[in-house]
C-alpha cells in the first residue's frame, strides 16, 4: 500500500480502482436550517444502481433532521474522479433505518446501525459524469465466515490527521467475536469513516459483511437484515 504524506492507511485512486472501491463514497450531510443548520461528514457505498448503504446514525433524525445530502464517489481531495451530485432529502422518501435502531439506545448502535439510502434516477442523470458504477456485494452466506479470518475497512475518516484531506482509507483487522446481529474487530471508528464497508475476501474478490458503526464494532449484515435490505428497496422505489 501506498503511504501518502505519512498517513499508510490512505489509498490512491488507482489502488481504489484496481481494489474495486469506486463505489465507496465521501458522504456530506446538511441537518436543520440556517442558521442552525450544521455539516457532517460520513461514509456510504453503492450496493446497487440507486441504493446506497450507510450507518443508521448518519441520517436519522435527532434534534435536527437532515435535509440535504452530497454523495461523492472516489472522492480524493479536491479531485471528484467521479462527479458528485447534491439532494435535498425527506427522511420517508430517502431513507430507510432498520426497525430497531434507536438513537437514543446505545445498545442498539452496534447491532441495527443499518440504513438504505435511495437515490433517485432523475438525481444521478444530471450528472453526465457519473458512471454506472461497480456496486460492492453483500456476503450471502454469513455463517461461512471465521473468527481470525481477515477484514478489510474502506472509507473517509475526517478526525486527526485525516481531517480536511477528503481521501479514502484502506484499514485492515480480523474478526475477533461474531454475534447474531454484530461482530468485534480492532478497526477504528473515527469521525466520516462511520457508514464504511467491512470485508472479506473471497477467491480474489470483495464481500460486504458488515457496516463499521462504532469502535471495535461492526453491524453484522445477517439474513435478517439481508431480507430487510430488500423489502425496503421496493418501499422506497417510487
Not at 450507510?54 to 479536491?78: C, D, F, M, Q
Not at 434507536?102 to 459524469?129: C, F, G, H, W
Request: proline letters at 3%.
Amino acid at each position: 500500500m501506498s503511504i501518502i504524506n505519512n498517513l499508510p492507511d490512505e489509498i490512491t485512486f488507482e489502488q481504489i480502482q484496481e481494489l474495486g472501491f469506486e463505489s465507496v463514497c465521501y458522504q456530506k450531510t446538511i441537518r436543520g436550517k440556517w442558521p442552525f443548520k450544521a455539516n457532517f461528514n460520513s461514509t456510504s457505498f453503492f450496493i446497487s444502481k440507486n441504493f446506497l448503504l450507510t450507518s443508521a446514525h448518519n441520517i436519522v433524525k435527532t434534534y435536527r433532521e437532515v435535509n440535504w445530502l452530497n454523495i461523492a464517489p472516489s472522492r480524493i481531495g479536491k479531485t471528484f474522479h467521479f462527479g458528485n451530485f447534491s439532494m435535498s432529502v425527506n427522511s420517508s422518501i430517502h431513507f430507510r433505518a432498520f426497525p430497531k435502531y434507536d438513537m437514543d439506545n446505545k445498545s442498539t448502535r452496534s447491532l441495527y446501525d443499518i440504513a438504505l439510502v435511495y437515490i433517485p434516477n432523475k438525481i444521478l442523470e444530471k450528472n453526465q459524469n457519473f458512471p454506472s458504477l461497480n456496486s460492492l456485494t453483500i456476503l450471502n452466506d454469513i455463517s461461512s465466515l471465521t473468527i481470525g479470518e481477515k477484514i478489510y475497512c474502506a472509507g473517509y475518516p475526517a478526525s486527526n490527521q485525516h481531517k480536511n484531506r477528503y481521501r479514502m482509507t484502506l484499514d485492515t483487522s480480523e474478526i475477533i467475536e461474531i454475534k447474531e446481529h454484530s461482530f468485534k474487530h480492532n478497526l477504528d471508528t473515527a469521525t466520516g469513516n462511520s457508514g464504511s464497508p467491512i470485508m472479506v475476501k473471497r477467491n480474489d474478490k470483495f464481500f460486504v459483511i458488515g457496516i463499521n458503526s462504532i469502535k471495535f464494532h461492526g453491524t453484522l449484515i445477517n439474513n435478517i437484515k439481508q431480507k430487510w435490505l430488500e423489502e425496503s428497496k421496493h418501499s422506497l422505489e417510487i
